[in-house]
């Protein structure tokens, strides 16, 4: 489906993984995607794969000033912004003895506190376009895995926001959609899954078309928080089939 008009679409984490996805499924219905992200040449190569043009912002997220930066620069080459993907993330283990403070707030600035810095500093633009905002969370949100204290906890403060943006955007037009997914292939698992248990996780081009069909989904259905996971978990190896099918009987 085609998106109704040129949405100007800013994806954060565009470089790789989700947020690639995302800008490939949002710039192949015709939106104008911005892509930011920390490289630079991770950014132009996801822009040069894309349907139509697309914006290259670099920008660390993290950092101070630089979340006002980006909607500044967006509004300046494109005068709105309809729909914010915020994917960038990161994916830090430790457990609790090892959970630093740096750990901690490292974890909170991007997968938290930048999301709420763009969002604070697009809200303006996203009341005038009756924009959308996608919240890239996770399962981690509300199921608990040993050495995720940071990450359950910057997650579940993810969904706990958007629910209140959810709220405050109501009237202003803007709708939520927070997405809580399970595992996807992606670079975020490098080091810290096997192939074979990697080639059972979900497609990120498959996640990234879905998240274009909610943002394509009509403006009158709201769109509660969404889990999704692969059909079978990944990191439990699957039966033989002849075996499966003897115990069936
Ligand atoms: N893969 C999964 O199984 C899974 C499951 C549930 C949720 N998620 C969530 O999905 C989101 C995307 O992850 P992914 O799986 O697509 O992994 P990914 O390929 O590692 O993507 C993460 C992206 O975030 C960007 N990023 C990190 N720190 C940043 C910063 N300070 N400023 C700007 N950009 C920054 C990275 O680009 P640069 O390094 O160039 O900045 C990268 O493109 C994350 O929020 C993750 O928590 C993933």
Same mark, same amino acid.
């Given at each position: 489906?085609?998106? !109704?008009? +040129?949405?100007?679409?800013?994806?954060?984490?565009?470089?790789?993984?989700?947020?690639?996805?995302?800008? #490939?499924?949002?710039?192949?219905?015709?939106?104008?995607?911005?892509?930011? /992200? %920390? %490289?630079?040449?991770?950014?132009?190569?996801?822009?040069?794969?894309?349907?139509?043009?697309?914006?290259?912002? +670099?920008?660390?997220?993290?950092?101070?000033?630089?979340?006002?930066?980006?909607?500044?620069? =967006?509004? =300046?080459?494109? &005068?709105?912004?309809?729909?914010?993907?915020?994917?960038?993330?990161?994916?830090?283990?430790?457990?609790?003895?090892?959970?630093?403070?740096?750990?901690? !707030?490292? *974890?909170?600035?991007?997968?938290?506190?930048? *999301?709420?810095?763009?969002?604070?500093?697009?809200?303006?633009?996203?009341?005038?376009?009756?924009?959308?905002?996608?919240?890239? &969370? &996770?399962?981690?949100?509300? !199921?608990?895995?040993?050495?995720?204290?940071?990450?359950?906890?910057?997650?579940?403060?993810?969904?706990?926001?958007?629910?209140?943006?959810?709220?405050?955007?109501?009237?202003? /037009?803007?709708?939520?959609?927070?997405?809580?997914?399970?595992?996807?292939?992606?670079?975020?698992?490098?080091?810290?899954?096997?192939?074979?248990?990697?080639? %059972?996780?979900?497609?990120?081009? #498959?996640?990234?078309?879905?998240?274009?069909?909610? *943002?394509?989904?009509?403006?009158?259905?709201?769109? #509660?928080?969404?889990?999704? %996971?692969?059909?079978?978990?990944?990191?439990?190896?699957?039966?033989?089939?002849?075996?499966?099918? =003897?115990?069936?009987?």
């Amino acid at each position: 489906m085609t998106l !109704q008009r +040129p949405l100007v679409a800013v994806v954060t984490g565009a470089g790789s993984g989700i947020g690639l996805a995302c800008a #490939g499924a949002l710039a192949a219905r015709g939106a104008r995607c911005v892509l930011v /992200g %920390r %490289r630079r040449e991770r950014l132009e190569a996801a822009a040069a794969g894309l349907d139509g043009p697309a914006t290259v912002l +670099p920008a660390d997220l993290a950092e101070p000033g630089e979340a006002e930066r980006v909607v500044a620069e =967006t509004l =300046t080459a494109h &005068s709105r912004i309809d729909v914010i993907v915020h994917s960038a993330g990161v994916f830090e283990k430790a457990a609790v003895p090892e959970a630093t403070a740096a750990h901690w !707030q490292r *974890v909170m600035d991007i997968n938290l506190g930048a *999301v709420m810095a763009l969002t604070r500093a697009a809200w303006e633009a996203l009341s005038d376009s009756g924009g959308q905002i996608v919240l890239v &969370s &996770s399962i981690a949100a509300m !199921q608990a895995f040993e050495g995720n204290a940071a990450y359950a906890a910057s997650k579940g403060g993810l969904n706990a926001l958007g629910e209140v943006l959810r709220l405050e955007g109501r009237d202003r /037009g803007i709708r939520v959609i927070t997405l809580c997914p399970a595992q996807i292939d992606t670079e975020l698992w490098d080091g810290k899954a096997p192939d074979s248990v990697r080639d %059972r996780m979900m497609p990120a081009a #498959g996640v990234g078309e879905l998240v274009a069909d909610l *943002v394509g989904a009509d403006r009158r259905i709201d769109i #509660g928080p969404v889990v999704i %996971r692969p059909v079978r978990d990944p990191w439990v190896e699957p039966e033989p089939r002849a075996h499966r099918a =003897t115990c069936q009987r």
